[in-house]
């Protein structure tokens, strides 16, 4: 009966190899597949932003290390719209063509998840008027509620005319 448990357990001794084997295996497949996981990571960074990742060692600390590069950009990129938006002005364009100056920074805000509220966004389209416009203005923003983008687009073609 020893023999039988003796030779059951070198069995199951090399059962146990056999298996930390394989999963030895695994994980060196896995590993390749990290590594290859990695490079192809660091293969679709621009050479423009390569440089905060060089040396990092996983997929996690270079998103954190990405994230936290353009959480910083944002902000700069954000006051830089913002400030975009808050200085145009109509000047000889068309109603049409001004607000379509604005449109696309607020979507670009919208983007970087800092967006521009429907109130700070006809305010700024309608500080940029100019004289001409001044009574639309008055009327628009001391008389609520505000108007809707639509409808102040609406509104300033009508006064165009």
């Known amino acids: 009966m020893f023999e039988v448990v003796g030779a059951h357990k070198r069995y199951a001794e090399t059962l146990g190899r ?21 490079g192809q990571l660091c293969a679709t960074i621009s050479e423009s932003v ?22 910083q950009h944002s902000v700069a990129n954000s006051t830089q719209l913002k400030m975009r938006l808050m200085s145009l002005t109509k000047g000889s364009q068309t109603v049409s063509e001004y607000l379509n100056q604005g449109k696309p920074i607020a979507y670009q805000l919208a983007a ?8 700070d966004l006809v305010t700024y389209v309608l500080l940029g008027l100019g004289p001409d416009y001044s009574t639309l203005v008055t009327a628009t923003l001391f008389f609520p509620p505000i108007i809707s983008f639509p409808g102040l687009h609406t509104r300033l073609l009508s006064f165009e005319a």
């Open 112 to 119: 970087i998840q800092d967006p521009v509220s429907l109130t």
């Open 18 to 38: 056999r298996k930390m084997s394989q999963e030895a295996c695994a994980l060196e497949g896995e590993e390749e597949k990290v590594e290859e996981g990695l």
């Open 50 to 71: 390569i440089c905060p990742v060089v040396g990092l060692d996983t997929s996690y600390a270079i998103w954190e290390s990405l994230a936290q590069n353009f959480s």
